[in-house]
């Protein structure tokens, strides 16, 4: 049989896809070595087990009805894909392109070529997902503009009253800008993911930005303390305008993500690689296993608090790729519970 011939069994066995050949009956006469890498089990116990039962129920009826068209059908390939379980007990997706070989006399077989594509799958499913988020974010001040405009414009038709007219005026205002902020991030991602994200660089001190900005963001949330400690004491050469931006979104995500009355500290130090910043909150913290993925795009650190939260989960993935444009770095450290710090390094360059 050929998968005997040694030049051709090398390549199969150094194949990063795996390979099993099934035959007439229904019976594995092969499976390659990266069955192991993919689903755990030596070539020899994956020809002993039942296959089937690894199959997830719910791929089952589809599979079923795929195999029957393979076994039918001399010479068709079948391309499927289906959840399958892996010897340590966790849920891989397999791609498997099938060819009905039965009647290659040297060969006999139902050749079954299969690959694990679990990170692509869960990115579609995290792709979905972030529509969903999306489509829903951008629903809500829809919806409260169309509420608003109605009651304005029965005011207006009714009694004009100048102070019920201010009011909703201000709240449609403020709708918008929401409105505009979220489409403004989809349009910066855009811009990343095509690399159009141009960097505007002009020097500065970046004291003072941090102080204006702290101080903006003070008036519009007096509950809670904004502090200080500013030490840099250089310019910096960036954009100040994208470097405001990540600023913004990291105060605001302390001031987010502190339900309880606290303070949020900012400092700012000179170290010999530039300038660090950090952005210290004392509120609800951030699980270790989300703390390496809060900067990815699609990744929301999926838990009962984050419906009680809007956003899209797209502002640290803005940030860390406006950071990184720069050439610096930016890192998050955090206790569950206890409080997050986000540092922000940039070089004066
Ligand atoms: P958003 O806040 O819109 O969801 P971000 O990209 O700004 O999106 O943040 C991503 C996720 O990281 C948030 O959903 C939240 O779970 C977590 N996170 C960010 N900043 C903090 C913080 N200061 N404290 C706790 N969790 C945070």
Redo the contacts with the bound molecule.
Sequence with gaps: MPYQDPYFRLLIEHSSDAIALVSREGKIVYASPAIKRILGYSSTEFQKINVINLINQDDLVLLTDQIKTLVENRGKTVRFQCRVIHKDGTWRWIESVSTNLLDQVDLQALVFNFRDITDQKEIELRKDEFISIASHELKTPLASLKGFAQILVRAVQEAPDPEKILHYSLKINDQIDRLAELVGDLLDVSKIRSGKLELNRERFSIDTLILEIAEDMQDITPGLKIETSLQANRQIYADKYRISQVLV?LIS??I??SPKEQKIVISSKAISAGIQISVQ?F????FKK?LDH?FEQFY??RNK??KS?S???????ISSEIIKRHGGKIWAE?EKGVG?T?FVVLSIK
């Design positions: 979104n995500n302390a987010k993500y909150d509120g609800i913290g951030i989300d809060i929301q650190a608090i984050r939260f956003g899209l989960g797209l502002g640290l993935y955090s997050s986000f």
